[in-house]
């Protein structure tokens, strides 16, 4: 009996406790650097663009295990374009403007075959990835171009000012980032349990009162922790705020929408979909062309973090995007995963990430290892599937 | 050594639920066609697999005796080895490659890594030859017709050195004179002494190509008929196969007024969506009035379920032509959505493939079918849902710890109840019900009659598609006969009979 519940527990928090595992592993491996406030802060920082990109891949990766290949050509393509405008001199709001288009074009494109067509989604964003690759390289004409745009820069988090301004004036700590954090604590657990109390109130299930207290307690420790470390450096990068909008706008669309549940529905079996009369071929279509969205964004933050486009940006970080849904629970089948989870996955890989950047790994054992990370995964989520039949 | 090549004894076969083959015996003489003959899911099918090691020794219980001896199949490789093959209903020929490719898969002539291409295709032609087939080996399946894929399929046993073949439905797809050549055929291989146990619904064909007729009926060996000694007609056939006493297996219906039609539709055709210009649903006229539970019979493949779908938002088939009426006024439904908006229902015969989502829990798939039901401007109300899913599970009596439970844990029934569920919450005036009850057991089945007497009661109109004759005579007012896409009988609950329903349909095959 016991033995069981220990069994389910770590089946469910799989992936967290790796997540503790891993972050372990690099505390000792790197004497504690990895836990220092400027690393966290990096943690955020530098895979911003991961977040991003994870979220709007897992939206295609629950219509069925289909993914896009051209994430990282589209991140490339947009860059360079805003990039390209704002040297021309464009208005910076235009420009954002522009290259938010531009991406959801980029998305149309692919979905209309995808979806309209049927052109396997492998295949379509193949293509892609070698069309805006290439495009990207023309675009800039094969050389580094600066975005000079400081208030650009600054908004989407890169430069040395991309962090909201402390409007207390902490000596050493920031303290606004400590409020947001304790607020976000607050409502948090407010929320926890007020919903909790309802549904109790109205006689439907809910968890025991003990699990609840543990997983809150935990939660507002983590919460608390990334606070006071950010605080300790310089604060809340502007780029997790994005992040947090973005996770934010897709964990209710996921979890709360009629939207978001036809993506569940198409992945769990796209015949029963149809014939509860949801238009398959639109979820499809939605869920290519905010891929390309969201590409664009994280476009955004890249050329903003690197202060400049070059042909070569976004590579591989389709794999990022990947990785970060299936290590995060997303199924390769379709159908299963969540927002949450995804930022899990997200957050493994950027662990992952500057902990071997920090050990000084040769940056080709960082691949072997990324690429052998991601297909732990799915070859746990594949025998966990058999094993269910 | 006798001139018995085959005796099948006792075998008994279960399936969670359900016991599809009870104690069944067959013997089956060398040299001679056997013919099985019994409704859907009598298990003809069932015995057939477990003969060919499909189902593996250890599944069932009883003995196979092949020459004497006691065989113990785990695959459809030890069968065949022994010269017992199966050619299925369904054609398992691979369109794009060759005949020649087709007839050695997984049999290739040659060494493993180096495929004898000439030997191939030199042995292939040969076996072709045989079956009276002039086509090159070289020639594609996808080329050449039905008929002859047929043949090939024959040939592809032939070149296996069957000694005992069966044929499961070998002339369900094919025409006249395909027909005839194909059990001209067999009868040529017996004079060499080829034996063969045949599968078919089609009596008349039964009856000129068999030397001994098996009847089975719900997993039972009812009777053996043999030629010369006992009457071969179709009526004497008809008779071991549907002789079954109607008991109250069906709740009765009390006082349900039948009102106006609620559906008609009148000339419906509709064309198969891959091969082009085959007929699926041939002008077929029905009606359904409110309060009416309306059957529809006819054996797998008759068009029944190609009918209820192409009605039901154009979800099956290309071309469709015909007329829809709702409450007398004319409609025009291009999808589902357009379906459901029109309180028209369609509850699939395949609730695990195109029902259900299994891996998701009761509440989801409760109410997919009406989110908007259960939302505001999009957004999720999820108590709403809750309480819904709730809501129905009790009055369906749906077992299930809680609505959280996934779909995929639920047993057959179970499952079906919340299939109905979801189709409900998206209140129907015509509910299509395609096999209701099918792989579940008697007790759920009572419940789901009772869900659709209750259905009735409330001024709904509900048409049974159903391959159970009991079922259909027990719960209909009215049945339609379909067969081969066309409507080949009309019987009030008083006038029909199995006999009836079951002579309609054998008399018009060709």
């Known amino acids: ?389 | 050594m006798s001139d018995i090549i085959l005796e099948m004894k006792n075998i008994t076969k279960e399936f969670p639920g359900v016991k599809a083959l009870d104690d069944v015996n067959l013997v089956v003489k060398r040299g001679s066609i056997h013919a099985l003959v019994g409704e859907n899911g009598a298990g003809k099918s069932t015995l057939m697999k477990v003969l060919s090691g499909i189902h593996p020794y250890g599944s069932y219980s009883g003995d196979i005796i092949y020459n004497g001896e006691i065989c113990k199949f785990s695959k459809i490789k030890d069968s065949e080895g022994l010269g017992i093959v199966i050619i299925h209903q369904e054609l398992a020929l691979v369109p794009q490659m060759s005949i020649g490719e087709n007839m050695f898969l997984g049999n290739e002539r040659g060494k493993p890594m180096a495929i004898n291409w000439n030997e191939t295709y030199a042995e292939a032609d040969k076996y072709l030859r045989e079956v009276g087939l002039a086509e090159s080996s070289r020639t594609l399946i996808k080329d050449i017709g039905v008929g002859k894929q047929q043949l090939v399929e024959i040939a592809k046993a032939l070149s296996k050195k069957a000694k005992l073949l069966i044929l499961d439905e070998p002339t369900s797809s094919l025409n006249e004179t395909d027909s005839q050549a194909l059990l001209d055929l067999l009868l040529h291989f017996k004079e060499e002494g080829l034996t063969s146990i045949i599968i078919s619904h089609k009596l008349n064909e039964v009856s000129y190509v068999a030397d001994d007729i098996t009847v089975i009926r719900d997993g039972h060996t009812i009777e053996t008929l043999t030629k010369g000694i006992d009457d071969f007609s179709e009526d004497r056939i008809i008779r071991g196969m549907v002789g079954r006493e109607i008991t109250d297996r069906f709740p009765k219906r009390h006082d349900v007024a039948i009102g106006e039609v609620a559906m008609e539709v009148k000339d419906w055709n509709v064309y198969h969506p891959l091969y082009v210009g085959k007929k699926v649903v041939d002008n077929v006229s029905l009606n359904v009035r409110k309060g009416e539970v309306v059957g529809i019979s006819g054996l797998m493949g008759a068009g029944r379920t190609e009918l209820a779908m192409s009605i039901f938002g154009h979800s099956y088939g290309t071309d469709i032509s015909g007329q829809l009426f709702l409450n007398g006024e004319e409609v025009h439904l291009k999808n589902v959505k357009d379906a459901i908006k029109h309180k028209l229902a369609y509850v699939t015969e395949d609730r695990k493939g195109s029902g259900l989502i299994l891996s998701n829990p009761i509440r989801v798939n409760s109410s997919l079918a009406n989110l908007e039901g259960v939302s505001n401007h999009g957004v999720i109300d999820a108590e709403k849902e809750y309480a819904e899913a709730v809501d129905y599970k009790e009055k369906l009596h749906t077992k299930c710890p809680t609505v959280e439970q996934n779909v995929g844990n639920l047993s057959g029934g179970n499952q079906q109840k919340v299939l109905l569920a979801k189709w409900m919450f998206t209140d129907p005036d015509v509910l299509i019900l395609d096999e209701p009850t099918r792989g579940i057991d008697v007790g759920a089945k009572y419940e789901i009659y009772c869900i659709i007497n209750q259905l009735a009661a409330e001024g709904k109109s509900v048409i049974i598609i159903s391959s159970e004759l009991p079922e259909v005579l027990g719960m209909s007012d009215r049945i339609y006969v379909l067969n081969e896409g066309r409507i080949v009988g009309e019987f009030t609950q008083q006038e029909a009979s199995q006999e009836k329903i079951m002579g309609a349909i054998l008399k018009s095959g060709k």
């Open chain 1, 1 to 389: 009996m016991n033995k069981n519940k220990v069994l389910a527990f770590v089946q469910k928090y799989t992936m967290v406790l790796i997540l503790v595992l891993v972050v372990g592993f690099f505390t000792w491996r790197t004497g504690g650097k990895i836990l220092l406030p400027q690393n966290i802060t990096n943690l955020f920082a530098q895979n911003a663009y991961v977040f991003v990109l994870a979220t709007g891949m897992l939206l295609c990766i629950l219509t069925g295990g289909n993914i896009d290949l051209s994430v990282g050509s589209v991140v490339c393509f947009v860059g360079a374009i805003g990039a390209v405008v704002m040297d021309k001199g464009l208005n910076m709001w235009l420009a954002i403007l522009i290259m938010l288009a531009i991406g959801l074009l980029i998305g149309a494109w692919q979905a209309f075959w995808i979806a309209l067509v049927h052109v396997p989604p492998f295949i379509t964003t193949l293509a892609g990835m070698l069309v805006f690759r290439g495009l990207s390289n023309v675009v800039l004409q094969g050389k580094t171009l600066g975005v000079a745009n400081e208030t650009f820069v600054r908004l989407f988090g890169g430069g040395a000012n991309c962090y909201i301004p402390d409007i207390f004036g902490g000596q050493g700590m920031n303290i606004l980032c400590l409020l947001v954090g304790a607020i976000a604590i607050v409502i948090y657990l407010v929320s926890t349990f007020t919903g909790r109390a309802n549904r109790l109130k109205k006689g439907y299930e809910v968890e025991k009162l003990g699990a609840t207290i543990v997983k809150s307690v935990i939660i507002a420790l983590v919460i608390a922790f990334f606070a006071v470390k950010l605080a300790q450096y310089k604060g809340l990068p502007t780029a997790m705020i994005w992040v947090a909008l973005i996770i934010g706008i897709y964990s209710y669309i996921t979890s709360k929408t009629t939207t978001g549940r036809h993506f569940y529905a198409v992945g769990g079996n796209e015949l029963a979909t149809k014939l509860s009369g949801i238009n398959t071929e639109k979820v499809y279509f939605i869920a290519y062309a905010n891929m390309g969205l969201l590409a664009a964004f994280a476009g955004m933050l890249t050329i903003a973090r690197l202060t400049s486009a070059q042909p070569t940006y976004g590579q591989n970080y389709e794999m990022d995007a990947i990785g970060s849904c299936f290590i995060g629970g997303a199924s390769a089948y379709g159908g299963v995963g969540t927002v949450p989870g995804v930022i899990i996955g997200a957050l493994l890989m950027g662990v992952i990430n500057i902990g071997m950047s920090i050990i000084g790994l040769d940056a080709n054992y960082q691949k072997v290892v990324k690429g052998l990370v991601l297909l732990a995964a799915v070859i746990f989520d594949v025998v966990s599937k058999k094993k269910q039949r």
